[in-house]
């Protein structure tokens, strides 16, 4: 019996210890519940231009076009409904390019093709917290008392639905243009494709991880891959159409600006494969905790937004 007391005795004095010093309690995910985000970073384009110096390898960082590299980045809001689940709604803005002269493979680099496009998606992600390391410092400071440092360490994987506008363009003689309107492979003319939307859903995968810089701010790196349901990005779809029944000097130049092995690209010939074109993003990531309303420095006490919590 007394060794039984002895016992509870230990375990309820190395409990209260550790509500003292460890905060990686349950509670502490309802600290962190709402964040603003700021993202910026690099995208990279795949699809139908561009790549390395072999075939094209569909849905493959194998076939990346480094130098078409460009920049985004996006904004969003993140809740946190569960320890282990968040959401968030990110407006992502940001460049993505593809261009033929970049690669040695013959095919492509005779046919040169280029776009840019500028793009805006808005995405709706559901994020799970694969770990999570969230602890809070002393809550006073006094003289010779450094009290705890502060821990917000995360990693989390997502996926999500989004809407994405996209507006490709080419240069030709110094002037860009607009390819949409210019319906270069003949789309809503006689025998051409039907004309094609300047916006697509996407659905995004990805991963990040972050740590916290205090307890309002996080900093972070995220990777994700978004798929798009068109293959119009860079408006290269299906086949060649006839120039000559296109209607501007321009729409005729972008249609088959080959500059070798022009027998390749006669009208009727393929042009584009078809697949659904897909872009990555690489983001360094801030995030501020907004949860609570506002608190105080020094040897002062946090004044949290809801409730009391003691520390």
């Known amino acids: 019996m007394r060794s039984l007391t002895l016992l509870v005795l230990t375990v ?11 905060f990686n309690t349950q509670k502490n995910w309802s600290y962190n519940k709402k964040e603003i985000i700021f993202a910026v970073g690099g995208t990279q384009f795949t699809g139908d231009l561009g790549g390395r110096d072999a075939i094209g390898k569909d849905f493959s960082m194998a076939d990346l ?16 409904f569960h320890p282990y689940w968040t ?25 040169n093709l280029h776009f840019k496009s500028l793009f805006v998606d808005f995405t709706q992600r559901l994020e799970f917290i694969l770990y999570a390391n969230e602890k809070f410092g002393a809550r006073y400071k006094f003289k010779g008392h450094h009290g705890f440092r502060n821990h917000n360490e995360r990693f989390y994987m997502f996926s999500g639905v989004g809407a994405m506008y996209f507006n490709p363009r080419a240069q030709w003689n110094g002037t860009w243009y607009a390819l949409r309107p210019l319906t270069t492979e003949g789309q809503g003319l006689e025998g051409g494709p039907k004309k094609y939307s300047p916006v697509t859903f996407t659905v995004p995968f990805g991963f990040g991880a972050r ?12 990777a994700s891959y978004v798929k ?23 729409a005729q130049h972008f249609s088959n600006p080959a500059i070798d092995n022009t027998t390749w690209f006669a009208p009727g010939q393929q042009r584009g494969d078809k697949n659904k074109d897909a872009y990555y993003l690489l983001n360094f990531t801030i995030s501020k905790n907004v949860t609570y309303r506002n608190y105080y420095r020094g040897n002062k006490a946090y004044q949290w937004s809801k409730g009391r919590y003691k520390f």
């Open 228 to 250: 798009t349901f068109s293959d119009y990005i860079d408006d290269v779809h299906g086949v060649y159409y006839d120039p000559a029944k296109l209607a501007s000097p321009a």
């Open 87 to 111: 959401t968030a709604s990110i407006l992502s803005v940001g460049q993505l390019k593809g261009n033929d002269a970049h690669t040695n493979e013959i095919v492509r680099k005779s046919r």
């Open 65 to 80: 076009d480094l130098p078409s590299t460009s920049v985004g980045g996006h904004i969003g809001y993140r809740h946190r």
């Open 211 to 222: 740590i916290g810089l205090g307890r309002m701010w996080r900093f972070g790196l995220e």
């Open 12 to 22: 309820v004095s190395l409990y209260s210890f550790g509500q003292y010093t460890n």
